[in-house]
T-cell receptor, first 114, second 113 residues
Framework: ELKVEQNPLFLSMQEGKNYTIYCNYS?????LYWYRQDPGKSLESLFV?????AVKQEGRLMASLDTKARLSTLHITAAVHDLSATYFC??????????????FGSGTQLTVLP | DAGVTQSPTHLIKTRGQQVTLRCSPI?????VSWYQQVLGQGPQFIFQ???????GRGNFPDRFSARQFPNYSSELNVNALLLGDSALYLC????????????FGPGTRLTVL
């Protein structure tokens, strides 16, 4: 059974600071997603990482994937209040080209303090 | 372009009742997946349909069923509702290309009393 573990589960950080969220998973996969969820809302896609060593950046967020270590990171640079949300990583267990079955981590609830 | 749409947005049912949730994917997307998100947890995979065929099923009881229609829209049915079925039900669509992602709809909030 695939397990996806995120840490930390809760993160309070000051505006302007940097921090990293970690996502470890237990089974080989070369497709990993990061999503953002605001309270009471649905999931917003942030990044799709499709190969070992993949790195993607959007604004103050940068995601990377190490398939050999089964680890993905989401790095936050110079945090601002608007980044406050819950962040989920998800690993795709789909067994064939058209199969898509995401297993999500428990989420990291990020609060950026002024 | 319209995103993934779901209906209804909110639903209140009592134990033992049955419920049907509906989802329309992004135009051109042939894959629809359903997830259950209990408050404070990550979403859990229920079903995936592609080209009207079931391609994946999560660890949910047989009370949960789904289907996909020729226009790629989908329904999720839950019979004999339990209190524990109270959750946000999310539908996601994708194009299943090699670089695709899954795009989530706004969800249906189901409350079972």
């Amino acid at each position: 059974e695939l397990k996806v573990e995120q840490n930390p589960l809760f993160l309070s950080m000051q505006e302007g600071k940097n921090y990293t969220i970690y996502c470890n998973y237990s089974t080989t996969s070369d497709r990993l997603y990061w999503y953002r969820q605001d309270p009471g809302k649905s999931l917003e896609s942030l990044f799709v990482l499709l190969s070992n060593g993949a790195v993607k950046q959007e604004g103050r967020l940068m995601a990377s994937l190490d398939t050999k270590a089964r680890l993905s990171t989401l790095h936050i640079t110079a945090a601002v209040h608007d980044l406050s949300a819950t962040y989920f990583c998800a690993v795709d267990l789909g067994s064939s080209g058209s199969a898509r079955q995401l297993t999500f981590g428990s989420g990291t609830q990020l609060t950026v303090l002024p | 372009d319209a995103g993934v749409t779901q209906s209804p947005t909110h639903l209140i049912k009592t134990r033992g009742q049955q419920v049907t949730l509906r989802c329309s994917p992004i135009s051109g997307h042939k894959s629809v997946s359903w997830y259950q998100q209990v408050l404070g947890q990550g979403p859990q995979f229920i079903f995936q349909y592609y080209e009207k065929e079931e391609r994946g099923r999560g660890n949910f009881p047989d009370r949960f069923s789904a289907r996909q229609f020729p226009n790629y829209s989908s329904e999720l049915n839950v019979n004999a509702l339990l209190l524990g079925d109270s959750a946000l039900y999310l539908c996601a669509s994708s194009s299943v290309s090699s670089t695709d992602t899954q795009y989530f709809g706004p969800g249906t909030r189901l409350t079972v009393l």
